[in-house]
């Protein structure tokens, strides 16, 4: 019997798949993202929004308001760690949570290398704008990967420049000669073994979510049809009019991101979403933190 | 003969590809006309939560009800053991199709930390299995009808009922595919063996 393997640690991501995970702030709001069909919730002192707002070093959410969410709810619950924070990491290993997001939306601890993931029996995911900072990430240790997008913004053409970009990468490699794998390795920054099986799968070895903006189920649905796997809700759902009505129609429009009828269907009566942000007239752009 | 894979939520695609490997017809399931087109039905692992409410409000839970009772095969792999039991022992008034007359424990062996893969011997496949639990759940209680297939520590992780049979692990995550073949085998679909 053998714990925490890769097989048991991205087996564990593809259960995610076609679904939607949502940020919650308290245990009652965990309960609305888990009667509303949420696939697992990401427990946070703040939602991207707001951190933005707040300014100051953004860091791992306090035990006690994880310990409380875990407490709410039966689906996975992950928490997010600065990148490279490893004793942050270990902590939240220890109290149990299902998956770490060593995550761009806080602030970084360590700004020249990220956590070395395959050290840990718990799961990671990470962010990427493209291949070779997945493939990066993979080569960590990470056993999920999602777009950045600009986290807090309501904005997701952010989340669909990622997801293009690592789709069209991987487009790439498929089409690419054996002989060219090696330089196209070195050129985007990432191991020739994984540039391999990129190539062999035609996808990332591991599941990949969208992230980083989507505010509508119209949004979801979008980043569905550009390739993802599932969808991450960070602000969109907790900072809409009316968060039980938004988190249940993303969640439709996640599953059924192929059928207008059912989309049109679910994106009716789904009260305001919430305000949305310019990404050129961002202070801080969240999606340049990590290497 | 049509095999469908319940794809409202969760890892149908490797369910999918299992099947195709077997050379056996199959598609997604996502809504009451497709499950209408199949002669046989996987309930793939994912959230037990997100897929019972998306079952029963689109209306496939009803129709699978009726196909169940008049003989259709369904297999129920982790999250989908959970929806095909009676009642989930730390959840009771979590919503379950309670088709299969067992009671099961969620999250049974723990969280995500606790996840694991262990080799075990199911008879009825020709022996050892490599068993991947993730946040798995466990039997707590069996009926008279239900048939203990595979047990791991005292407890049964994999069971038949007539037309129903469910596990606690994963056999879409892996190479392996034996328990897909038994399956197929209770549908009578003819395909081609693969190893």
Not at chain 2, 86 to 94: G, S, W
């Amino acid at each position: 019997m053998e714990k925490g393997t890769w097989t048991v640690k991205t087996g564990f991501a593809d259960m995610f798949k076609g679904g939607v995970i949502m940020d919650v702030t308290t245990a009652e709001q965990a309960k609305i993202a888990e009667e509303a069909g949420a696939v697992a919730v990401m427990a946070l002192e703040r939602v991207p929004a707001d951190i933005r707002k707040a300014g100051g070093v953004a860091r791992m959410a306090s035990i006690a308001k994880i310990k409380e969410i875990m407490q709410a709810v039966s689906i996975p619950v992950m928490a997010k760690v600065r990148i490279g924070h490893i004793a942050e990491a270990r902590i939240l290993e220890a109290l149990g949570v299902d998956f770490i997001d060593e995550s761009e939306v806080l602030t970084p601890a360590d700004d020249r290398f990220h956590i070395n993931k395959h050290e840990f029996k718990v799961p990671f995911v990470c962010g990427a704008r493209d291949l070779g900072e997945a493939l990066r990430r993979i080569a960590e240790g990470a056993a999920m990967i999602r777009t950045k997008g600009e986290a807090g913004t309501g904005n997701v053409v952010e989340a669909v420049k990622h997801m293009r970009r690592v789709m069209d990468d991987i487009r790439k490699v498929t089409t690419m000669l054996d002989d060219e794998l090696v330089a196209y390795a070195k050129e985007i920054g990432a191991p020739v073994e994984l540039v391999r099986e990129v190539k062999r799968l035609g996808r990332l070895p591991v599941v990949n979510f969208a992230a980083g903006g989507v505010a509508t189920p119209a949004d979801a649905a979008l980043m569905m049809i550009l390739g993802a796997d599932g969808v991450f809700v960070g602000s969109g759902i907790f900072k809409s009019k009316d968060p039980s009505k938004m988190a249940r129609a993303i969640v439709m429009a996640v599953t059924y991101w192929n059928d207008p009828e059912m989309l049109l269907k679910v994106s009716e009566d789904i009260g305001e979403p919430m305000p949305g942000l310019e990404v050129e007239e961002l202070e801080v752009r969240m999606q340049e933190r990590g290497w | 003969m049509m095999i469908g894979v319940l794809g409202l939520q969760g890892d149908f695609r490797e369910h999918l590809w299992a099947l195709q490997k077997l050379n056996a017809e199959a598609i997604v399931v996502k809504t009451v006309e497709d499950l209408k087109r199949v002669s046989g039905l996987i309930i793939p692992g994912g959230e037990s939560t997100t897929i019972g409410r998306l079952a029963r409000i689109t209306g496939i839970a009803d129709e699978l009800h009726k196909r169940v009772i008049q003989g259709m095969p369904v297999y129920g792999t982790c999250a989908g053991m959970i929806l095909l039991a009676k009642r989930i022992a730390n959840y009771p008034n979590q919503y379950s199709f309670g088709l299969m007359d067992i009671v099961v424990e969620r999250n049974a062996y723990g969280r995500q930390v606790e996840s694991f893969e262990v080799d075990l011997p199911i008879q009825v496949i020709g022996g050892k299995f490599k068993a991947i639990f993730i946040r798995a759940p466990k039997i707590v209680e069996c009926g008279d009808k239900v048939e203990i297939l595979a047990e791991y520590n005292g407890s049964p992780v994999f069971v038949q009922q007539d037309n129903l049979l469910a596990g606690s692990f994963h056999p879409e995550l892996g190479n392996d595919l034996r328990v897909h073949e038994y399956f197929l085998r209770m549908v009578g679909v003819k395909y081609a063996g693969v190893h």
